[in-house]
């Protein structure tokens, strides 16, 4: 593989670029990890400089690029019933949410949900806990700006490794097992797959379209990236669609220091529409 340079003014082109179409910052430290990770990339598609690989991103209406710049430089990493004590408070959570409804439906949004186990878990959670789940309308929207992981999602294949921590009775009802030439993969039955509607939505640039609240958002481990101003807008989209007393959930490390009015912490970065 030929080793490819990424001079400082080139940095610059990806750093207002990326700001503009996914809202990261790049800080100058990222010269090194942009340069490393998508020197592979360049030399794929035979190209000499990163100032040609430039080019071919801002050209390629598609966004499928952008959404592998996007994977190169962030992370996707997600699993099953990921941060356990957001999912004990759900536990206490649901049954006023259940009693609240006068119409068995519930409406969920899974916000850069990779490739699918949060969305899974969310139905996992609701069969396990709900005695007539199957009399209740669910539909979880699940978005993310990258096509490569949404694929992965809407197959629902897992490897052993992956579904091996969840409970037993929880594992049972949601997995068929299937033998493929690669071995035995875990795939996520379909009648759960049904209730997944996944979308490919970039949450910074793409219209805000939707007419509908939802009961919950989950936005855990996206913003990471994201800068205050970014961070803050789609906060307030977010607020938009959440009726009064659900709840927002952020990832463990992320925290809110704005919106006091709007939103309430409740712990374990659940925040609670007011
Ligand atoms: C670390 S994963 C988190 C997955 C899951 N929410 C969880 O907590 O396990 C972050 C996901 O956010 C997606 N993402 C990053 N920026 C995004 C944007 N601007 N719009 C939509 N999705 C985005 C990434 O593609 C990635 O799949």
């Not at 010269?31 to 592979?40: A, E, V």
């Not at 996007?70 to 259940?98: C, D, H, M």
């Not at 969920?108 to 949900?113: F, L, T, V």
């Not at 052993?160 to 997995?175: D, G």
Request: hydrophobic content about 40%; aromatic content about 12%.
């Amino acid at each position: 593989m030929v080793e490819i340079e990424l001079r400082p003014e080139e940095f610059s082109l990806f750093r207002r670029y990326i700001y503009e179409k996914v809202g990261i910052s790049l800080s100058d430290q990222k010269t090194t990890l942009i340069k490393g990770r998508l020197n592979k990339r360049l030399n794929q598609l035979n190209l000499t400089s990163f100032k040609a690989y430039y080019d071919f991103l801002v050209n390629d209406l598609s966004g499928d690029e952008l959404a592998l710049f996007v994977s190169a430089i962030s992370t996707n990493v997600t699993s099953f019933f990921r941060e356990g004590a957001q999912w004990k408070w759900l536990e206490t959570y649901l049954p006023a949410l259940i009693a609240s409804k006068r119409e068995k439906k519930i409406r969920i949004w899974s916000a850069g949900c990779s490739s699918g186990e949060e969305p899974y878990t969310i139905l996992m959670f609701l069969q396990h806990h709900l005695s007539d789940f199957e009399q209740w309308d669910i539909k979880i929207l699940a978005t993310d700006i990258s096509a490569k992981v949404l694929s992965k999602a809407i197959e629902g294949n897992y490897d052993a490794k992956q579904v091996e921590s969840l409970p037993v009775e929880i594992f049972h009802r949601a997995f068929d097992k299937i033998k493929t030439e690669k071995g035995l993969t875990y795939q996520i039955a379909p009648h759960l797959r049904g209730k997944v509607l996944f979308r490919l939505y970039n949450l910074v640039t793409d219209p805000f379209f939707f007419k509908n609240q939802f009961d919950m958002i989950f936005c855990r481990n996206v913003m990471i990236y994201f800068d205050d101003v970014t961070r803050h807008e789609l906060i307030r989209r977010f607020t938009t669609v959440l009726p009064k007393g659900a709840p927002l959930f952020l990832g463990s490390s992320e925290s809110l220091t704005t919106h006091r009015d709007s939103l309430k912490l409740l712990g374990s970065s659940i925040y609670q529409r007011l």
